[in-house]
């Protein structure tokens, strides 16, 4: 996957002021000024920002510099900076995309050639052309494989000689942990790309097709020497340990895949599928056509553990009132009910509470073993026989980090369930 930006229609684009921001603004304030202690100017990567702007014929950042921190190179506040203020502006024709491969190199790549593995070959083609490429001042200071930590798996296209599985490996997870989606398919946007993420951020690249280029504007004040966090998407614990290598210690965005199936011995279960599969409840098939599961959603934390807040997708308890239903008749009704209404199966209490009940006991209980499942995880990553050092410690965290977040929204969904069964 990559990093989102938004599309600028006007040139007065700006941040709603909702509540959610303000709450935003100050707990970034307080995470940004967190880093300042361990912040180290990068004098190496901030020549590189003088060549990008010789290259561009334009200026592009003169409030950001590239900064040292714990978590790597980010970008650090030059000056005083209030929300409004540009802090970048990198032209298109400094942006690495698709069309900068060679003629010669694109003429061999065929149409099932996707844009990452594009930019992919790119990288790699400057990279082996060394100091003579005029990329080489970004090509060199990008990440090396052994500072990377992504998990996602490529398909290796071989197009390229000399390009073995394992660069090209490294160049793809470059390409998806640090470009956006763009008019041009895919684009490496320089000096952007020095941005470390936040959840809390409200701040994202912004890309404009009038102006052609890719601009980021601030959203909250900054003092020298702060670091500039940026949101790259709504992205879970999972989602940035897979394609970006890190987690956060607390993710507002994690979630949790619940699979649902119905049993085979289930006497029930063809009309129980009949029924969801006419009523807009998809059932999953894999790609052979098989499924392991009926059913699969995304579980958010769940703010209320109140029974009468939002709760537990619908869609999640609509399964386990099909999945529960134990007659002919109580199938047919739902049908019946659902017909009556727009259509969607199970969507309303079931008449009889004590069924009810049952259904999200039912969930209360799947739950209860992911649960138990996460604390035992959690609990062998704390062994103290597993001595770990250096990276491998790292990893540790980032799985600690993952799970707990993934614990933390079950817990919230088993809560909210127990209310709603009680009450
Ligand atoms: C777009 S680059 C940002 C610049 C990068 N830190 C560097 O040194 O070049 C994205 C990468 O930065 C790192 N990163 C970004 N945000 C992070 C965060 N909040 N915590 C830890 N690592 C982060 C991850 O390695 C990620 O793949």
């Known amino acids: 996957m990559l990093i989102f930006h938004r599309i600028i229609y006007s040139n007065t684009w700006q941040s709603p002021c909702s509540l959610l921001s303000i709450i935003r603004r100050l707990r970034c304030q307080f995470s940004f000024s967190n880093c300042l202690s361990k912040c180290y100017i990068d004098?190496?990567?901030?020549?590189?920002?003088?060549?990008?702007?010789?290259?561009?014929g334009v200026e592009i950042s003169s409030l950001l510099s590239i900064g040292k921190f714990a978590n790597?190179?980010?970008?650090?506040?030059?000056?005083?900076?209030?929300?409004?203020?540009?802090?970048?502006?990198?032209?298109y024709n400094v942006q690495l995309a698709p069309d900068n491969l060679p003629r010669g190199i694109n003429a061999l790549l065929g149409d099932n050639v996707g844009n990452?593995?594009?930019?992919?070959?790119?990288?790699l083609y400057e990279q082996k052309l060394g100091k003579k490429s005029e990329w080489d001042p970004y090509i060199s200071r990008l990440p090396r494989p052994e500072d990377m930590h992504n998990t996602a798996?490529?398909?290796?296209?071989?197009?390229?000689?000399?390009?073995?599985?394992?660069?090209f490996k490294y160049a793809c997870a470059l390409v998806t942990s640090r470009a956006w989606e763009s008019s041009r398919?895919?684009?490496?946007?320089p000096f952007a790309d020095f941005a470390n993420h936040s959840d809390l951020s409200d701040t994202t690249v912004l890309c404009s097709e009038k102006k052609q280029l890719s601009e980021v504007i601030a959203d909250y004040s900054y003092a020298p020497g702060d670091q500039v966090l940026i949101r790259y998407g709504n992205f879970s614990n999972a989602r940035l340990l897979l394609d970006f290598g890190f987690t956060l210690p607390c993710n507002m965005y994690d979630q949790v895949e619940v699979e649902l199936t119905i049993p085979h011995e289930d006497k029930l279960r063809q009309l129980k599928l009949k029924l969801l599969s006419k009523h807009q409840i998809p059932i999953l098939k894999d790609v052979n056509g098989f499924s392991s599961s009926e059913y699969s959603s995304a579980l958010k934390e769940v703010r209320f553990a109140d029974a009468q807040g939002r709760g537990i997708p619908q869609s999640i308890r609509?399964?386990?009132?099909?999945?529960?239903?134990?007659?002919?008749?109580?199938?047919?009704?739902?049908?019946?009910?659902?017909?009556?209404?727009?259509?969607r199966v199970a969507r309303r209490p079931l008449k009889d509470k004590s069924r009810e009940i049952q259904a999200h006991q039912f969930l209360l209980s799947k739950i209860t073993g992911l649960i138990d499942e996460y604390n035992a995880s959690?609990?062998?990553?704390?062994?103290?026989?597993?001595?770990?050092?250096?990276?491998?410690?790292?990893?540790?965290q980032m799985a600690q980090y993952l799970l707990t977040g993934e614990l933390r929204v079950l817990k919230s969904a088993a809560l909210w369930l127990e209310n709603y069964c009680k009450t």
């Not at 004098?43 to 561009?56: Q, V």
């Not at 990452?116 to 990288?123: M, Q, S, Y």
């Not at 000689?161 to 660069?167: F, S």
């Open 318 to 343: 609509a399964f386990a009132r099909v999945l529960c239903s134990n007659s002919p008749q109580e199938i047919n009704y739902l049908a019946m009910e659902a017909a009556e209404n727009d259509g």
């Open 185 to 189: 398919g895919v684009s490496m946007i």
């Open 72 to 91: 790597g190179r980010s970008l650090v506040a030059r000056h005083p900076i209030k929300p409004g203020d540009c802090l970048l502006r990198v032209p």
């Open 153 to 167: 798996s490529f398909q290796f296209s071989g197009i390229i000689q000399d390009v073995t599985l394992e660069n």
């Open 116 to 123: 990452v593995a594009k930019v992919a070959l790119l990288i």
């Open 43 to 56: 004098e190496e990567c901030n020549d590189f920002l003088l060549w990008l702007e010789h290259k561009a």
């Open 378 to 396: 959690i609990k062998s990553l704390e062994l103290p026989t597993l001595c770990l050092v250096g990276k491998l410690d790292m990893r540790r």
